[in-house]
T-cell receptor, first 114, second 111 residues
């Protein structure tokens, strides 16, 4: 049981390049999320997916697109990377623990856009 | 105005002391509350959840919730150097997209 996995771990892009961040979970969770974490800003929600085939915008969706490929996989795409997208990206899935729903995080992808 | 506020720290306590971490939130409709621990360069890890007013204890950790004051705290008893990390407060209003995180408090436990 690997939990939530993400690839790649690190990536350096030039401004204008595109890339896709991959995420998969093996906990049979319906909901999945993409966050970015910047110093002093905490975690901010980019997009989420409540179930296979559905996606919705979060707090900071501009410059990103997502695909919920199946129940296990949720990918995040940067079509034209900008230096402002330099961040650490976390994927999460949510399940019920102790009577309430909470989120489990992947190891993160560190992205540097030059 | 930030929705979930935490003192950024750093908070420094000696080994064996009680560390007290605080969090306030702005949405009175919030229903569930979480504390995550995040070691440097790692992902957040859930350590406590609390849903009703009062205290909830789990080992050396106690979460305290006061919905009237919109305040949630985390006490760490007998602090250990291994507790040195950033602690994130998270508040959920009840919807999938409604989890809000504080910026975190950095805790250092000195041997």
């Amino acid at each position: 049981n690997a939990g939530v996995t993400q690839t790649p771990k690190f990536q350096v892009l030039k401004t204008g390049q595109s890339m896709t961040l991959q995420c998969a979970q093996d906990m049979n969770h319906n909901s999945m999320y993409w966050y970015r974490q910047d110093p002093g800003m905490g975690l901010r929600l980019i997009y989420y997916s409540a179930s296979e085939g559905t996606t919705d915008k979060g707090e900071v969706p501009n410059g990103y697109n997502v695909s919920r490929l199946n129940k296990r996989e949720f990918s995040l795409r940067l079509e034209s990377a900008a230096p402002s997208q330099t961040s650490v990206y976390f994927c999460a899935s949510s399940g019920v623990v102790a009577g309430g729903e909470t989120q489990y995080f992947g190891p993160g992808t560190r992205l540097l856009v030059l | 105005q930030k929705e979930v506020e935490q003192n950024s720290g750093p908070l420094s306590v000696p080994e064996g002391a009680i560390a007290s971490l605080n969090c306030t939130y702005s949405d009175r409709g919030s229903q569930s509350f979480f504390w995550y621990r995040q070691y440097s360069g790692k992902s957040p890890e859930l350590i406590m959840s609390i849903y009703s007013n009062g205290d909830k204890e789990d080992g050396r950790f106690t979460a305290q919730l006061n919905k009237a004051s919109q305040y949630v705290s985390l006490l760490i008893r007998d602090s250990q150097p291994s507790d040195s990390a950033t602690y994130l407060c998270a508040v959920n209003g009840g919807n999938n997209n409604d989890m809000r995180f504080g910026a975190g408090t950095r805790l250092t436990v000195k041997p």
